[in-house]
């Protein structure tokens, strides 16, 4: 199984930072890595596919990158309501693994 | 619109047996592979098992293969988690989730997700 783990598992930023979350996989994935968003209680949505396609609707705040076995998400400009968590998720073999999750919060 | 209503969920003894449904409207349920994925409480998502469309392939993670299954009615739209030997790690809210695959990209992800069912597996 593909292993997928995220950096750092939580931070504190204020609103207005530039935030970068980082996910590494035990094996090369190509581009075939995603990332959600999740706010307690709700389901998670999904922010970008295919490592740097933006899902219609998500603001252009959001962004990604890479390929192979690291890949990043970066949010420019925190705004209040991106305080959430972030999971990327492998879709290159099964099990569909996701990370353990990076928790962004004031 | 779409939308993913799951159902079935509640409070179960451990070694006891419950079914989940999901149930989809706004696009062609048949046209789409589906997923379940669980999250207990305070944890992370895990990925727990998919389904294909057609003559289905099922797959499911290691924690729950043998003892939960995975099908799919076309015909009423719906998606079902059939879970059986439960554990007290079982519990979690269970989401059904659409998967998309993109042709100019050539990628694969869940891009729908009902509202979450949950589970609680306790004594």
């Known amino acids: 199984d593909i292993q997928m783990t995220q950096s750092p598992s939580s931070l504190s930023a204020s609103v207005g930072d530039r935030v970068t979350i980082t996910c590494r996989a035990s094996?090369?994935?190509?581009?075939?890595l995603n990332w959600y968003q999740q706010k307690p209680g709700k389901a998670p949505r999904l922010l970008i596919y295919?490592?740097?396609s933006l899902q219609s609707g998500v603001p252009s705040r959001f962004s990604g990158g890479g390929s192979g076995t690291d890949f990043t998400l970066t949010i420019t400009s925190l705004e209040p309501e991106d305080f959430a968590s972030y999971y990327c998720?492998?879709?290159?073999?099964?099990?569909?693994?996701f990370g353990q999750g990076t928790k962004v919060d004031i | 619109e779409v939308q993913l209503v799951e159902s079935g969920g509640g409070l179960v003894s451990p070694g006891g047996s419950l079914r989940l449904s999901c149930v989809a409207s706004?696009?062609?349920?048949?046209?789409?592979?589906m997923n379940w994925v669980r999250q207990a409480p305070g944890k992370g998502l895990e990925w727990i098992s998919y389904?294909?469309?057609?003559?289905?392939?099922?797959t499911y993670a290691a924690s729950v293969r043998g003892r939960f299954t995975i099908s799919r009615d076309n015909a009423k739209n719906s998606l079902y988690l059939q879970m059986s030997s439960l554990r007290v790690e079982d519990t979690a809210v269970y989401y059904c989730?659409?998967?998309?695959?993109?042709?100019?990209?050539?990628?694969?992800?869940?891009?729908?997700w009902g509202q979450g069912a949950l589970v609680t597996v306790s004594s």
């Open positions: 998720q492998q879709t290159y073999s099964h099990p569909r693994t």
């Open positions: 295919a490592a740097s």
């Open positions: 094996q090369n994935i190509n581009t075939f």
């Open positions: 389904i294909s469309t057609g003559d289905p392939l099922k």
């Open positions: 706004g696009f062609t349920f048949s046209s789409y592979e």
């Open positions: 989730a659409r998967e998309t695959y993109d042709a100019l990209t050539r990628q694969i992800f869940l891009d729908h």
